[in-house]
């Protein structure tokens, strides 16, 4: 079973930055690809970011540029640093793991980010 804990999220205003986090139990980064799905207020979770096994990124375009995922294989550690953040980006950011592409068999509970203008 695939466990997900996400942290990191919190207020802030237009232009700054944050960095979740998302630790990971088991064999996580080896065995599933690992990414970001978000909901705003009123609308559907949507992926915004993920990563193979291998390292390969996707990136959705309203983050693309601003947003970065990584990982730490040795601390089972999944990151997502948004920058440039705008009201817009305001949602429930979610850590997911699958063996699917995108990936969401497993989700974490979620954290807030509120970005005000």
């Known amino acids: 079973q695939v466990q997900l804990v996400e942290s990191g999220g919190g207020l802030v205003q237009a232009g700054g930055s944050l960095r979740l986090s998302c630790a990971a139990s088991?064999?996580?980064?080896?065995?599933?690809?690992m990414g970001w799905f978000r909901q705003a207020p009123g609308k559907e979770r949507v992926s915004i970011a993920a990563m193979r096994t291998g390292g390969t990124t996707y990136y959705a375009d309203s983050v693309k540029g601003r947003f970065t995922i990584s990982r730490d294989i040795a601390k089972n550690t999944l990151y997502l640093q948004m920058n440039s953040l705008e009201p817009e980006d305001t949602a429930i950011y979610y850590c997911?793991?699958?063996?699917?592409?995108?990936?969401?068999?497993?989700w974490g509970q979620g954290t807030q980010v509120t970005v005000s203008s």
């Open positions: 997911t793991a699958g063996s699917r592409w995108l990936p969401s068999d497993y």
């Open positions: 088991g064999r996580t980064f080896s065995s599933y690809a």
